[in-house]
Each structure stands twice: as structure tokens, then as C-alpha cells.
């Protein structure tokens, strides 16, 4: 049988943290792969997935072992040629190489492991792919429907872990009949011996005369009971999203001139000077949106991408703080088309910007300040929307620290 995909990974690799990375980080790294691949997460899954997911725990387990302790980690690092594990030699072919598109293949084992019912094996390949692309095809979109098909097994309740509980149940309820039954036999037992008690007190009373003392009957005061009506909160359905960004659920990988990542609550998106812009977009259940967040530019342009078609065909609005400018462009092959642009003396390195888009019809309000609204003929129907940053003759610098996406359609 042929080996899993991440046997060729080091531990490194495994945990997908760098070679300089902190205890910490790989704390955190092990915690988030940990929970994706633990077994108990696959109880219903296929024989194959089963063993996948406890394989690749097992190894993220040793991974774990070895990068949390200095020593190993050093006597680890020892044994490490260019960030690789040293293998037994393999022989060196003689013949030419034929040319090979990694990213193709990892594509295609994740697509062939989707068809036969593997889910977690294929969400591993998918994974790996994403980190050397996250805009190769359609991986994003296709991890993440992966991902949730295998969650929606999940919330079915294992057989096993059903009869446990019914047994706890009928258990509990055969302790309350008994406690019941005794209960009523007690109770049975004092009407018994109160009825002896009246029939003593009847003969005595025949046989003895006594003085008649009068019943006195105190009626308790009744106290009104306040009724408490738990009224549920409204939901809010218009919400697709509300990322604080506590969970890694946006790409974290790196390109020749550009970098995304997590920063603490935040999420980080660098681009290099004169380089290529750099975003992170997602699929939503929604065309017209309400989008809003919260944007510290430090360096370059940052906004939010509110049409992405593709790579190369995607409509962004972002702010400059160095000119206190705004723009909308339109991005066709590898150029920016400048749609719209403007003044406006509320931006600063620190913005809240929100972007309502409904058809054509753009609206921008910067800082609390409704800025314009505009129709955009050339803008086309897209549910896929996300964070970008673009550098200029400087490097651009963009975190995010909060984002909303909301549809304005009405359920």
C-alpha cells in the first residue's frame, strides 16, 4: 500500500510552523493540527480516513515531543540538511527528468482521495497545497467544503456513544422509581400508624372526660409568585461572518514578495515594495454585502476586496493614509484599473472602513463618514470577498483586527 502524503514531512513541516519558530508557536501549532487530526474527530469516517488521522497524530505527537524540548530540538536540528530530514541515500537516476508540476499532482491526489470518500486524507493534501498556493485553482473553496462535509458527520452521535447514553438514562430513571416507591411506602406506613393513633385517642376520650380545647386555625398569607418569562434573543440572520480573528481561519503562507499571517488578534497581510499586491479572500452564501473592518495601515494601501472573480479579475477599495486618499480598482491580467478615487481628510493610519455593495452600486463610508456612492458598470456578481494589501514605492504593512461581512438581501 502506498505510504500517506505527509510521510516525506519533517517535524517542522508537520507542525507547519518555520525552522526559527517559538516554543510557543509550536505550542500553537500543535494544538491546531492536534485537533483537526485526532482520532476521536473520525469515529464515523471510512476504515482509510480512520487510519490517516491516527497516523498523522501519532507523528504530530512525536513531532511535538522532539520541537518542545531544547536538547532534542537541537539534537534534531543536527540531523537536518536544508530544512530535510537526512533518508537513506536512493539511487540517483542516470536518465533525464521529465518536468513535474508538484502543485498539479497534489491537486489531483487530493481530488482522486475526495472521490473515494477520504476526507481527511484529502483536507491533509489540500492543506499542504494551499500552504505552497493558497490561490491555486479552486482550493480554497474546495478545502473548505471538505472540511465542512466532515464536520457535518460529526454532529451525528456515534452508535457507541448513544448507547452509553441511553443506559445512563434508563439507569437514572430506575433509581427515581425506587426512590419513589420508597417514598410511598414510608408515607403509607405513617397513615397506618396515625390511624392507630386516633382510634387510641377516640377510646380514651370515652373512657376519660376531658376538657374540649378549641382548634385554632392560623391560614397562611399567600405570596403572589412573580412569573418570569425568558424571552430568546433575536438571531441575527443578515450575519455571514464576525471574525475577531481568534481561530486560524484565513491562509497563513508565503510567496517570493508577499506574506500572510497571523499577528495575535490580528491578521497580517506584507507585500514588498515595487512587488505584486497580496490578499486573502473566501467563499459566502451571499452576492451583496455589507462588509466592515477595522484596518491599521502602517505602510502601502490596504482595503477590502469586494468582487473576486479570480486571480486576475477581482475589484478592491483601499485607503492611503500617506495622501488621505481612497481608491477603487479593478484588477485585469497583472494591472490595477483605477475606477474611482478621492479625498478624504478622516483617514489615518487607523480606519474603520465599511464598503456596502448591492448590483452595481458601490457604497464607501470611511471613519463614520459616508464618503461616496456610485454605480461601477464594469463590476460582475461574485460571493467571494476577503483583505488585500497593494505596496507602492514602500513596502505595504496592513493588519486587520476585526472583520464583518453581512448579506443586505432580506431573508
Known sequence: MAGHDFEQLDHYQLLNVARSASLNEIKKAFRREITSYHPDRYVRASSPDKLYARQRSQRINEAFRILRD????????MNMTGG????????????????????????????????????????????????????????????????????????????????????????????????????????????????????????????TPATITPIITRTPRRTSTPQITNTPAPVDTSLLLDD??????????????????YDGKRYHIEAQANGDAAWAYRPFDATDVHMTADIQINSGQGGLVIRYRAENNFVAVVLMPASQEYRILQRQDALFTELARGNNPSIQRDNLLEVTVVGKEVTLTINGNLVTSMPLESLTDSARFGMIAIPDTSNADVLFSHLTVRTTTTP
Open 244 to 261: 475577531g480573528f481568534i481561530t486560524n481561519e484565513w491562509a497563513e503562507a508565503t510567496g517570493p514578495t508577499w506574506r500572510t499571517s
Open 84 to 207: 530535510a530530514a537526512i533518508r537513506p541515500s536512493q539511487p540517483v537516476p542516470t536518465g533525464p527528468l521529465a518536468p513535474r508540476d508538484h502543485q498539479a499532482e497534489l491537486y489531483d491526489t487530493a481530488k482522486s482521495y475526495i472521490d473515494s470518500g477520504r476526507l481527511i486524507q484529502a483536507v491533509g493534501v489540500l492543506r499542504r497545497l494551499q500552504q505552497l498556493n493558497p490561490f491555486y485553482r479552486d482550493v480554497a473553496t474546495l478545502l473548505a467544503t471538505t472540511e465542512q462535509t466532515i464536520n457535518a458527520r460529526q454532529l451525528t452521535m456515534p452508535y457507541e456513544s448513544l448507547r452509553r447514553t441511553s443506559w445512563i438514562t434508563i439507569s437514572i430513571v430506575a433509581i427515581v422509581l425506587v426512590l419513589v416507591v420508597i417514598m410511598w411506602l414510608l408515607s403509607d406506613r405513617q397513615q397506618i400508624s396515625g390511624a392507630y393513633a386516633d382510634a387510641t385517642r377516640t377510646a380514651i376520650t370515652k373512657s
Open 70 to 77: 531544547a536538547k532534542l530540538r537541537e539534537h534534531y536540528d
